[in-house]
């Protein structure tokens, strides 16, 4: 059914709307020296979300075209919309969404105390999207910028390395660890083929990282495991870890991983 005139013009205003409180800084883009618009352009959103920007000025302008939900998903990953702002743009534009997971994943209080019990070795909890449920001060510290004070979504380990460049910094072995992720991630998401959480977030990771937007149609599948890898804590050398995962007892998406520095390692010489 074709959208009224008042739906299209309100679809419209919220996407400018919020258009427009994104800055180019926010999405990887330079940013020039003039801009005559706050906010992103409309062809730059366009070209992030994968769309004519003919056709996406149209849209705002609420000319008489309904976008697929394909398009909209795309748009909302670009406009980091919550998960209301997306059911809201959703509804607007005549796709009623449906009824979706918490952002949240429920984790009860025993579960989230046990990292802060495993002080001072890096410990933490994800949720099946790799949100972070639950860390220890030296998790944080370990991961500089992964715990940040955006109140609208959790922290999100996934996100973290690829789309915060200090983590290519801690990470040594950046590459194969964030392709390994990446696999590991598209396990999940094949578990969960209708979970819109997997959608949002693999759609963000594709917009904004070249890696992950060259290695997704790879197809690579890993489980989760445990395993070794060289990390650079802040202020040291490269130190190897070991780390343990173990899934939570009648939460088996929800996985303990505790980091250790490998003892067999041998010291670095002086």
């Given at each position: 059914?074709?959208?009224?005139?008042?739906?299209?013009?309100?679809?419209?205003?919220?996407?400018?709307?919020?258009?427009?409180?994104?800055?180019?800084?926010?999405?990887?883009?330079?940013?020039?020296?003039?801009?005559?618009?706050?906010?992103?352009?409309?062809?730059?959103?366009?070209?992030?979300?994968?769309?004519?920007?003919?056709?996406?000025?149209?849209?705002?302008?609420?000319?008489?075209?309904?976008?697929?939900?394909?398009?909209?998903?795309?748009?909302a990953a670009v406009l980091r919309l919550?998960?209301?702002?997306?059911?809201?743009?959703?509804?607007?534009?005549?796709?009623?969404?449906?009824?979706?997971?918490?952002?949240?994943?429920?984790?009860?209080?025993?579960?989230?105390?046990?990292?802060?019990?495993?002080?001072?070795?890096?410990?933490?909890?994800?949720?099946?999207?790799?949100?972070?449920?639950?860390?220890?001060?030296?998790?944080a510290a370990l991961f500089p910028r992964?715990?940040?004070?955006?109140?609208?979504?959790?922290?999100?380990?996934?996100?973290?390395?690829?789309?915060?460049?200090?983590?290519?910094?801690?990470?040594?072995?950046?590459?194969?660890?964030?392709?390994?992720?990446?696999?590991?991630?598209?396990?999940?998401?094949?578990?969960?083929?209708?979970?819109?959480?997997?959608?949002?977030?693999?759609?963000?990771?594709?917009?904004?990282?070249?890696?992950?937007?060259?290695?997704?149609?790879?197809?690579?599948?890993?489980?989760?495991?445990?395993?070794?890898?060289?990390?650079?804590?802040?202020?040291?050398?490269?130190?190897?870890?070991?780390?343990?995962?173990?899934?939570?007892?009648?939460?088996?998406?929800?996985?303990?991983?505790?980091?250790?520095?490998?003892?067999?390692?041998?010291?670095?010489?002086?």
């Amino acid at each position: 059914m074709p959208l009224r005139p008042d739906q299209r013009r309100q679809l419209g205003a919220f996407l400018r709307s919020r258009r427009e409180r994104l800055t180019p800084d926010q999405v990887g883009l330079p940013r020039t020296a003039r801009r005559r618009t706050p906010g992103l352009r409309r062809e730059e959103l366009a070209l992030l979300a994968g769309i004519s920007a003919t056709w996406y000025t149209y849209l705002e302008q609420g000319r008489q075209i309904r976008p697929s939900e394909q398009v909209l998903t795309s748009l909302a990953a670009v406009l980091r919309l919550d998960r209301h702002e997306r059911a809201h743009l959703l509804r607007l534009a005549g796709h009623p969404p449906t009824d979706e997971p918490e952002d949240h994943e429920p984790l009860t209080p025993e579960a989230a105390a046990v990292p802060l019990l495993l002080q001072p070795h890096p410990a933490y909890i994800i949720g099946g999207t790799y949100d972070v449920l639950s860390h220890n001060q030296a998790a944080a510290a370990l991961f500089p910028r992964l715990i940040g004070d955006e109140p609208r979504r959790p922290p999100n380990f996934v996100r973290w390395v690829f789309l915060e460049p200090l983590a290519r910094e801690v990470v040594v072995d950046w590459e194969p660890e964030a392709r390994g992720l990446l696999a590991r991630l598209r396990a999940q998401a094949g578990r969960h083929p209708t979970d819109p959480r997997h959608t949002r977030l693999i759609d963000e990771l594709t917009a904004h990282s070249p890696e992950a937007r060259a290695w997704w149609p790879q197809h690579d599948v890993q489980a989760r495991h445990s395993g070794r890898k060289r990390l650079r804590p802040p202020g040291r050398d490269p130190v190897t870890y070991t780390y343990t995962a173990f899934h939570l007892a009648g939460q088996p998406e929800q996985t303990l991983v505790v980091y250790a520095e490998d003892s067999t390692e041998p010291a670095p010489s002086k």
